[in-house]
């Protein structure tokens, strides 16, 4: 499992200092620490014809394509494009009505927290998503795609709906707090009566 390296064991293949001079190169051109491209619906977005994974490209103005059916020129979704922010737009819309749709607002513009709101995991999810996006956005107007005041425009609904349910979010934290703090009270009562109940007997 473990190697042990021991000099001049045999004859070399190649003189050390042509060796050397090629791990040198080597390590010049590598790129160990480059950073790998994310976006918003990495792994979230996958192609309706053959059910891969979209992949984005990064350039001015970005596209969603599937890559699995670049080799392929029989495949319906060969040389298919998606631009990037339309498709993006169209999701943060989509989860915006679903966000509504599934927790009232109530009549001071919050969000109405009551005993049919989603489960703690998908409010991440939201959270995570939007936060994703606000990024998007952001890349979009330094690549060029979107001018400045579209930006902000676009920035201060995404900001808008991220409080809410960030709001909504923790207070189902709350909710799930006070209903185990309830819970253990009960219990704790109850195994009080149990006591009771032992020592008259």
Not at 168 to 180: E, P, R, S
Request: hydrophobic content about 30%.
């Amino acid at each position: 499992e473990s190697w042990y390296i021991i000099p001049d064991h045999h004859p070399a293949i190649i003189e050390k200092t042509v060796f050397d001079t090629v791990q040198a190169s080597q390590l010049r051109f590598s790129q160990p620490n480059k950073k790998k491209r994310d976006y918003p619906l990495k792994g979230k977005a996958f192609c309706g014809c053959c059910g891969h994974a979209l992949s984005r490209t990064m350039q001015k103005t970005s596209y969603y394509h599937c890559r699995h059916s670049e080799a392929d020129e029989e495949s319906r979704c060969h040389k298919m494009r998606l631009n990037a922010a339309e498709l993006e737009q169209a999701v943060f819309l989509t989860l915006k009505k679903q966000l509504e749709a599934s927790v009232p607002l109530a009549p001071d513009g919050t969000l109405r927290v009551d005993a049919s709101v989603p489960e703690r995991t998908e409010y991440e999810q939201q959270i995570e998503t939007l936060q994703d996006g606000k990024r998007a956005l952001y890349e979009r107007y330094l690549m060029g795609e979107i001018d400045l005041n579209t930006y902000k425009a676009e920035k201060a609904a995404c900001d808008e709906l991220l409080l809410k349910t960030k709001n909504a979010y923790a207070a189902v934290l709350a909710q799930a707090k006070q209903k185990q703090d309830e819970q253990a009270r009960q219990d704790s009562r109850k195994e009080a009566s149990k006591a009771i109940l032992m020592r008259t007997r």
